[in-house]
């Protein structure tokens, strides 16, 4: 079936084969999160100064963070889906520029380099620096799942997520459209899933699960 006719006859219009991969990540990264949510507060509050100033938790805290904030432009690309692209904003509002140099090697390559950015505000998790990593845990379990639920909800959308001309500008990669939007996602899980990662190892618990490379 064509996307015209299942447009036509009333069906999901259907995502990429590389978009279905993106969110079968993106659900696989959150299964692996949830278990480490759920694991003994010790290894929550586990840290390792010379790998990050967070926490396993904080780091967790901070991957639902920035899920709520992505998924949430996601929704709004969905509802909106020529979003202020340069080809169809009006005169009197600024268009969002297109991907930068940066986001598109970051994004391309999946690598975020460790230290470079300053994590804003909004972004940071309640504990930091030294919060209860327990409290912190918990917090992770309830919005993991909530974060779950949503990219569940987007699978029938994806088409049409990936079809939508529009952008919503990152603070960082500059605007970026529906699809890169959900690479971003996969892609920052992957950083700090490597930062648990590294911390664990230089606590001594077991990594099995986490990001080799």
Do not use: C, Y
């Not at 899920?67 to 979003?83: F, G, S």
């Amino acid at each position: 079936m064509t996307a015209a006719s299942a447009a036509a006859a009333g069906s999901p219009r259907p995502a990429s084969a590389g978009l279905r991969r993106v969110h079968a990540q993106v659900l696989r990264q959150l299964a692996r999160m949830a278990e480490l949510a759920r694991g003994p507060a010790a290894e929550l509050a586990a840290r390792a100064p010379a790998v990050s100033g967070w926490s396993v938790a904080e780091q967790l805290e901070h991957l639902v963070l920035v899920d709520r904030a992505a998924l949430k432009t996601v929704r709004r690309l969905l509802d909106d889906p020529h979003r202020r692209s340069a080809a169809t904003a009006p005169a009197a509002v600024p268009a969002v520029p297109g991907i930068n140099l940066v986001g598109r090697i970051v994004l391309g390559t999946g690598f975020i380099p460790r230290g470079r950015a300053r994590t804003m505000p909004p972004f940071q998790p309640g504990g930091a620096p030294g919060g209860a990593a327990a409290g912190a845990g918990v917090v992770s379990i309830v919005g993991i799942a909530e974060i779950e639920r949503e990219v569940r909800e987007l699978e029938p959308r994806l088409g049409e997520l990936e079809a939508g001309g529009g952008r919503a500008r990152h603070p960082l990669f500059g605007g970026l459209g529906g699809r890169q939007w959900l690479r971003f996602v996969v892609v920052h899980h992957h950083h700090h899933l490597k930062i648990v990662r590294d911390i664990r190892r230089a606590r001594g618990l077991a990594a099995a699960g986490l990001p080799s490379r």
